[in-house]
Structure formats: structure tokens, C-alpha cells
């Protein structure tokens, strides 16, 4: 059974729509990144699924139980989810450990698990030396470490992640990135929120962009856009004006030093174009390919 199966889900706050009869399926060891422009939705559909707030109208299945139907499926849903929201709220006063035993008590673990999962957790994410202090002293990128450790307290099957790298340094959101890697691979489902564009393509299994109402929803190659492949040839100086480029060769543009062109059959036509600039004693020092994807794609779809 997958671990979520939403059905035209709606949410309303008073006479405003938050999320349009959005559907979409998560397996288990999967990651679904959400993708969308801020105010689209993207958190209410999180906290729907997760059992934190009630659909105004669809339906949902979420780790074999019917969300808003009843209590005990709520109650159920929430204890197999993990939550690591983008505004991380900690008892500032308390030691991260501490906060980590109090959370642990809330899921109801028992006292030697709770402090088993608070010391791994805290080595997990490197705050192992500063466990014994207050939270109100970490930084935000601290905060959201401390944030994954609590989620996890409790071994969810299902995790969802709202802008988990915000406020993080390059080191960290690769440990993180590893991390979300690991967790699939153990069979975790993850909902991941993000507007990285490279960190949705580098992670998902699928995408779902939604805008209030669903704009895409598949896997990240289907949303690379269908058009003929650019390449860009790095070269000394500048390209002769009566050059003729091979058939099915059109030149895009051309400046001191970069010629780039669109072709419609890469493997005959590359070499013939690289023939022509060879004949025409053009000193060629690269030829690249030029990758139009996710991001021309995604903001066509938010203009659309």
C-alpha cells in the first residue's frame, strides 16, 4: 500500500483557497518534492497529510489511514510521520537534549529509548558538544539540525521536510542531501518542500508543482522541456562572417570567444559543424552541451 494517496484534497481558510483538489501518490523509499512560488500551497498540503490540519474537502490515505475521519486515525497517521516544519519551535530555555527527552515523552518512547535516540541523534548532527546547552544560544542552522533530530526521534515511516536546507551551509545540506538518500534507501517516504530547483532534481522520484491547483505532477526528466538540443563551442577569437553552417546547424549567437547553435540531429550534426570550423581554421577549445531544463520549465508552467 503506498505510504500517501491524495484525492482531490482541499483546503480553505474562510473564503480563501490554499490548495485546489490537488491528487498525488507516494510509494515507500520514494521522495516527492514540492515545488511552487510562496503562498501556493505547498505547506497547507504538508500539514494536511500530516494530520495537523483537517482537508476541507477530498480525501487521503495516509500510512493505511483515512485522514479527518476519525480520531484514532488522525492520532495514528501523526505517530508515523515525521515533521521538520520550515520555522523550527524549540524550548529556547532548555537544553537541545532536554527538548529531545520531552519530545521523545510525547511520542510516548520509553525512558532508556529516549535517551539512546537523544544521544545518536545528537551525534547524528554533529551536536554532540553542544547538546548540554540552551537552544537559545544555536544558530538558525543549529535550530534546523536539531529540527531533523527530533523528527526522527521516533523512526517514522513517512517524513516531511519544509525547506530543510534553509539556513544551512554547503557542508550541512550535503549531509542532509545524504541523509534524505539514506532514509529512502531504508524505505522512508519524504515529501520534500523546497524552491532549490537542483536539490527537487537531484533527490525526487517525482515532482509535483502546484500553484493552489496542481501544474505538473511526474518524474524530473518528464519535466525537461522537448526541444531541440543547444550546444556551445569555446573557441580563440571570433567566428568568420561567411561561414555556411551544415544543414540542420542554426546559429543562436555568437561573441568573442563562444558560438552557441541548435541542432536538430545531434549525432550527425555535431561533427559536421565541428568539420566546418576546422575547415575554416577556427582554433576550437570546447565544445559543451547547453542543458535547458528544469528551471525554463518551471517558470513556464507558473506564467502559464
Known amino acids: 500500500m503506498p505510504l500517501i494517496e491524495a484525492r482531490e484534497l482541499v483546503?480553505?481558510?474562510d473564503e480563501r483557497l490554499a490548495v485546489d483538489r490537488v491528487s498525488f501518490t507516494l510509494e515507500a523509499g520514494r521522495v516527492l518534492a514540492l515545488l511552487?512560488?510562496?503562498?501556493?500551497?505547498?505547506t497547507t498540503t504538508m500539514r494536511v497529510l500530516a494530520g495537523l490540519l483537517a482537508p476541507s474537502a477530498g480525501s487521503a490515505v495516509v500510512c493505511g489511514h483515512a485522514l479527518g475521519q476519525r480520531?484514532?486515525?488522525?492520532?495514528a497517521i501523526r505517530a508515523r510521520c515525521g515533521v521538520v516544519p520550515e520555522a523550527p519551535g524549540f524550548y529556547e530555555r532548555l537544553s537541545a537534549a532536554d527538548n529531545l527527552r520531552f519530545f521523545g515523552g510525547l511520542h510516548g518512547l520509553e525512558p532508556r529509548v529516549i535517551e539512546e535516540r537523544v544521544s545518536a541523534g545528537l551525534r547524528r548532527f554533529n551536536l554532540q558538544d553542544r547538546g548540554k546547552d540552551r537552544v537559545g544560544t544555536y544558530s538558525k542552522g543549529m535550530k534546523q539540525r536539531l529540527s531533523l533530530a527530533r523528527a526522527l526521534l521516533h523512526q517514522p515511516q513517512l517524513l516531511f521536510l519544509d525547506e530543510p536546507t534553509a539556513g544551512l551551509d554547503p557542508r550541512a545540506t550535503a549531509e542532509l542531501h545524504s541523509l534524505i538518500r539514506d532514509l529512502r534507501a531504508q524505505g522512508c517516504g519524504i515529501v520534500l518542500s523546497t524552491h532549490s530547483l537542483e536539490e527537487a532534481e537531484s533527490l525526487a522520484d517525482e515532482i509535483l508543482v502546484i500553484d493552489t491547483r496542481t501544474l505538473f505532477y511526474g518524474h524530473p526528466q518528464d519535466l525537461q522541456p522537448r526541444q531541440q538540443l543547444e550546444i556551445q563551442i569555446r573557441m580563440l577569437g571570433e567566428l568568420p562572417d561567411d561561414l555556411v553552417w551544415p544543414?540542420?546547424?542554426?546559429?543562436?549567437g555568437a561573441d568573442t570567444g563562444l558560438a552557441?547553435?541548435?541542432l536538430t540531429d545531434p549525432k550527425r550534426e555535431t561533427p559536421a559543424l565541428i568539420a566546418a570550423l576546422v575547415k575554416?581554421?577556427?582554433?576550437?577549445?570546447a565544445v559543451e552541451p547547453v542543458r535547458r531544463g528544469l528551471r525554463e520549465r518551471y517558470l513556464e508552467l507558473l506564467n502559464r
Open 280 to 285: 575554416a581554421e577556427v582554433p576550437i577549445l
Open 71 to 75: 480520531d484514532q486515525d488522525n492520532d
Open 247 to 252: 544543414s540542420g546547424c542554426k546559429l543562436l
Open 11 to 13: 483546503r480553505r481558510f
Open 36 to 42: 511552487g512560488p510562496n503562498g501556493a500551497g505547498k
Open 260 to 262: 552557441r547553435f541548435e
